[in-house]
Antibody
């Protein structure tokens, strides 16, 4: 059974930093691209970032480019999202997701990030 | 960016009746590999999204056969043949042909 468990969410002040982690199990982690998708309270879904299976290729939404960094440790079956220079509009539930070509086949339970003073 | 436009945004349905959600993309979602990368997700209240349909019409394991996807190019439809109470939630389409990946605004399905 595929499991994706996010951690590291919380309250942070504007301009601050936070690192999200996603522990993956139930599949061969190093064979799949991984994604982060966020959902602002009461609103829709916004794709944030993708990383290839090897970690060599990364992609970002314009809204987060230069501030959020996706990475992975295939030896630990873990995906990361380093979040710097956070803004109020980054407040959202962040979902870790398993990717296959052109799709998302599994989602984590989400981690809430609140950016507020 | 590929813009995904869903309609309607709100869909009240009577139990046992059919429902249909439209999703239109601003560009064709047909890839040069021959696949069309259009996905449908369901998000029940208080839950994470769950994939229902991928590549237009392929239903995920465990998804009831009352759900079906169709379409091509830029015009796609998710149909529920007979709505049940457990189908309440928000449904999103998503394109997977181009970065940035983009979602529709979501369609809220509720029981009348």
């Amino acid at each position: 059974e595929v499991q994706l468990v996010e951690s590291g969410g919380g309250l942070v002040q504007p301009g601050g930093s936070l690192r999200l982690s996603c522990a993956a199990s139930g599949f061969t982690f190093n064979k799949y691209a991984m994604r982060w998708v966020r959902q602002t309270p009461g609103k829709g879904l916004e794709w944030v970032s993708d990383i290839s299976s090897s970690g060599d290729n990364t992609y970002y939404a314009d809204s987060v480019k230069g501030r959020l960094t996706i990475s992975r440790d295939n030896s630990k079956n873990t995906l990361y999202l380093q979040m710097n220079s956070l803004r109020a509009e980054d407040t959202a539930v962040y979902y870790c997701a398993k990717g296959s070509p052109g799709t998302i086949d599994y989602w984590g339970q989400g981690a809430l990030v609140i950016v507020s003073s | 960016d590929v813009v995904m436009t869903q309609s309607p945004l709100s869909l009240p349905v009577t139990l046992g009746q059919p429902a249909s959600i439209s999703c239109r993309s601003s560009q064709s979602l047909e890839h040069s590999d021959g696949n069309t990368y259009l996905n449908w997700f369901q998000q029940r209240p208080g839950q994470s999204p769950r994939r229902l349909i991928y590549k237009v019409s392929n239903r995920d394991s465990g998804v009831p056969d009352r759900f079906s996807g169709s379409g091509s190019g830029t015009d796609f439809t998710l149909k529920i043949s007979r709505v049940e109470a457990e189908d309440v939630g928000v449904y999103y389409c998503m394109q997977g042909i181009q970065w940035p990946r983009t979602f529709g605004q979501g369609t809220k399905v509720e029981i009348k």
